[in-house]
């Protein structure tokens, strides 16, 4: 199941992602989404997911 909700951010912060995913070949949204999940994951919130898995879902 997937859930939308919307974060606030700085024009400078959405720039910083907007050059990130580019840098990656993603969008702006799957990179936040990247970034969220790595983080949940180093956190211990989040069992990691298998790469194959992810693109999966895409």
Request: hydrophobic letters at 35%; a negative charge.
């Amino acid at each position: 199941m997937k859930t939308r909700f919307m974060i606030p951010i700085t024009d400078e912060t959405y720039q910083a992602l907007v050059k990130l995913a580019e840098r990656e070949y993603r969008t702006p949204r799957q990179q936040a989404v990247m970034i969220i999940c790595q983080r949940l994951e180093e956190l211990g919130l989040l069992e990691p997911q298998h790469k194959e898995d992810k693109q999966n879902d895409e």
